[in-house]
């Protein structure tokens, strides 16, 4: 039972290390400016106020940094959904193409950066979301290995019985192996909602116009450009918070049961 309770409070506390942040962030976002820098400090808001959010939507072009941002999230995650489950094809080469894939794994993001840039202002991509969005319809080495576990509980006499049934190959895909994965491809969906609505590096790399800028770097212009307004700044990062966080309490349960299945493959 000691044991129990022990290890109830060392979880305990993790869970509030990981969830303090937020809560300071959710905080200030409805304190008044002379209570953020109160001494001590206080966690709730002497007097709640709802004027940081009407200030950061009056400073900061919230709808159009929004707007920016959902679309090129959105075609992130159909890409990935349309090309990654494309692994369960079966093809001459697929599995020394499936190796090199994976080995892109090992190399750090900062190694490509600079080869990869180049390859965009050589086809006149730049300032567009081209960068953005292109790479996603070819799929993610991580997805691509984790629906291919998930995809091999697919019985192959299934897609054969299909074939004899006289359905080609993209009915197949379309009717038998996206239903088959919807755990894989939610989960998927998931890591990559949160991991392209996060990015900041790539956005700030190839997008020079402020008209396309997404909210990461939309937040990060008004905090260079001005002085620092915490409250409707914090007012802003709570609404850039939320989506995310509504796509994962959405995609939880398939979330977690694709993972699992995906790890046991």
């Known amino acids: 039972m000691v044991r ?14 990981f969830v303090f942040p937020f809560l300071a962030m959710l905080s200030t976002a409805f304190k008044l400016p002379g209570d953020i820098f109160h001494a001590p400090p ?21 709808w159009r940094y929004l707007g920016n941002t959902l679309f090129t999230r959105a ?10 489950p494309l692994s369960k094809v079966t093809w001459r080469g697929r599995s020394a193409l499936l190796a090199v894939v994976l080995a892109t ?3 750090p993001p900062q190694v490509t950066m600079i080869p990869v840039y180049l390859l965009w202002n050589g086809l006149n991509a730049g300032d567009t979301y081209w960068p953005l969005i292109a790479p996603a319809f070819f799929g993610t080495p991580f997805l691509i290995f984790m629906i291919r576990q998930f995809l091999m509980s697919v019985p192959n006499d299934l897609i054969a019985a299909a074939r004899l049934d006289g359905a080609n190959e993209l ?11 919807r755990p894989a491809l939610v989960t998927s969906a998931v890591f990559q909602f949160v991991w ?3 990015d900041f590096l790539n956005p700030l790399i190839y997008l020079n116009d402020s008209e396309k800028y997404t909210l990461s770097i939309g937040l990060y212009a008004f905090f260079a450009e001005h002085d620092v307004a915490w409250g409707p700044l914090m007012a802003a990062c709570v609404m850039f918070t939320i989506p995310a966080l509504l796509i994962f309490i959405a995609g939880q349960r ?3 049961g694709g993972v699992s299945t995906g790890a046991l493959k």
Request: proline share 5%; aromatic share 14%.
């Open 105 to 107: 794994m090992m190399l």
């Open 171 to 181: 009915r197949i895909y379309w009717s038998i192996v996206l239903p088959l994965a």
């Open 42 to 62: 206080r966690l709730l808001p002497a007097e709640w106020t709802w004027d940081n959010f009407a200030a950061a939507f009056e400073q900061i072009p919230i």
């Open 4 to 17: 129990a309770n022990g290890r109830r409070l060392v979880v305990a506390g993790l869970v509030l290390l």
């Open 254 to 256: 398939y979330f977690v």
């Open 75 to 84: 075609a992130n995650v159909i890409g990935t959904l349309l090309a990654c």
């Open 196 to 198: 392209t609505w996060t």
